[in-house]
């Protein structure tokens, strides 16, 4: 180990997609120099690691770190996202950090950045490859890894595969699908329907498709989420709604009933009520090419693949070797629990608005570069644990809301979000309330229903069991 330590204002571990967003407006916001340590060999986290065809599920314009645009953005024409903002491919996103690192970072000598590496709590770096060990001596103590993501290409499924049997990967279903006549997708969530989609877009029929469904989602709707002038009064509307659903419903059901009907979330079957909810966004495009796959399976979980048959926790169905088994099993995003933010020498990256990761991250940052207290920088930044199952939106929600009404009692926050390319709305209110008179009416019946969202929620999820998963 070198006898002299590196020092820094700020040592952060990961050089994923939260801590290059919080490193971005520490860097920013500030003349601190940092240390960032990572065990890949490029920044992006879990996005080196994800399946060939991967993109993101929200726009563009709202991903990435705060300094630097993600893509072009331009509006698909063609295609399952056609009308909407486009959405940047794995590799785009990868690009993204590493020319943020390389072409912002590190020339300006405030950051030193080692990949292949691992840091522990004590400060001591260790390379991956040489083992070679250093102290580092710092400020502040950033993990960016509290809910790094799970994925199938580093996640060991939970389930026994015969020898003789083929299951890969969902990072192999593009190299090895010409080679098979039958595919079954093993997995619900967002990297499940991604091979779906991918199956069906790629000229496979519907009938060589089986999609093992554990538990059905309840996904959000990406018309939605649109940061475009065209788009802002839904925008407004669907901000609306939520806090609307929130406010008059006398039960969690009904909450679910009025989101549904307000376009909000929909799910694969009306008749199959959703036992999960991960924050996954599809088109209508996409919704409607989910629900042609040929045959989906809801056994529960797979236990086994034996040489002529898969074992699910509620019965069987037949194989054989000419299926190629696709893996999409992996949690993706971990439900860890939340833990303070701001704690003495130590901060924590999580959630503070829902489903938005990097949004959360450079708000933090934003807000340990503004304040000087960390009674204050918790009271603004309260974290969201993300969600597993259906009644998680509910409490993502309220926490949500409130969130958002703290940060509307400091004018400098109102200021960075409006400056912000992660925070779409704020800018676009500053023009488009005055003449888009759809939208300001969908505010104002957001602002009228905004406390008693939070106060009907805190009645509603007190007398819920919390939704445990099966």
């Not at 020498?345 to 340990?368: H, K, N």
């Not at 926050?413 to 800018?427: A, N, P, Q």
Request: aromatic share 8%; net charge negative.
């Amino acid at each position: 180990m070198h006898e002299s330590p590196i020092t820094a204002d700020y040592v952060i571990k990961g050089a994923g997609a939260v801590g290059m967003a919080f490193a971005d407006s520490i860097f920013t916001e500030t003349d601190a120099t940092m240390v960032i340590v990572d065990r890949h060999d490029r920044p992006g986290g879990h996005w080196n690691d994800a399946y060939p065809f991967v993109r993101l599920h929200q726009p563009s314009s709202s991903y990435g770190v705060n300094s630097a645009p993600l893509g072009t953005g331009a509006t698909d024409t063609i295609g399952l996202n056609a009308g909407y903002e486009e959405l940047a491919s794995g590799q785009e996103v990868l690009s993204h950090f590493d020319l943020v690192m390389s072409q912002t970072f590190l020339p300006s000598g405030r950051v030193h950045y080692f990949p292949m590496s691992e840091i522990d709590d004590e400060g001591v770096v260790t390379s991956l490859l040489s083992g070679e060990r250093f102290h580092v001596e710092a400020g502040r103590f950033v993990d960016g890894t509290h809910s790094a993501m799970s994925v199938p290409s580093t996640t060991a499924p939970t389930y026994t595969v015969s020898p003789e049997m083929t299951c890969v990967a969902v990072n192999e279903l593009s190299r090895r699908a010409p080679t098979f006549d039958e595919f079954v997708v093993i997995g619900a969530g967002k990297t499940g329907m991604d091979a779906c989609i991918w199956l069906l877009n790629n000229g496979a029929d519907p009938s060589q498709v089986k999609w093992i469904v554990p538990r059905d989602s309840w996904v959000l709707n990406r018309g939605n989420v649109q940061f475009g002038e065209a788009h802002f009064a839904r925008l407004c509307k669907s901000i609306a709604d939520q806090a609307e659903a929130a406010a008059l419903s006398d039960s969690i059901d009904e909450v679910f009933s009025r989101l549904e009907g307000a376009g909000e979330i929909s799910r694969l079957d009306p008749n199959v009520e959703p036992g999960a909810y991960h924050c996954a966004i599809l088109s209508d495009a996409e919704m409607t090419q989910l629900r042609s796959v040929g045959e989906i399976v809801r056994l529960g979980r797979v236990v086994a693949i034996h040489a002529d048959r898969m074992e699910l926790k509620r019965g069987e169905i037949p194989t054989s070797q000419n299926v190629l088994h696709v893996d999409c099993s992996a949690a993706g995003i971990p439900s860890h629990p939340e833990t303070t933010i701001f704690d003495g020498d130590r901060i924590t990256l999580q959630w503070v608005r829902t489903c938005q990761p990097t949004f959360s991250a450079a708000l933090i940052g934003f807000v340990e570069s503004a304040f000087d207290d960390d009674e204050t920088k918790n009271r603004l930044c309260a974290p969201i644990m993300p969600p597993t199952v259906p009644f998680d939106m509910l409490r993502v929600l309220r926490v949500n809301l409130a969130n958002r009404s703290a940060w509307n009692n400091y004018p400098n926050i109102g200021d960075w979000m409006t400056r912000s390319r992660l925070e779409g709305f704020s800018k676009l209110a500053q023009t488009q309330l005055a003449v888009d008179p759809k939208a300001a009416d969908h505010l104002e019946r957001y602002l009228s229903h905004v406390a008693s969202a939070m106060a009907n929620l805190d009645k509603l999820l007190a007398k819920s069991d919390g939704g445990v998963p099966q």
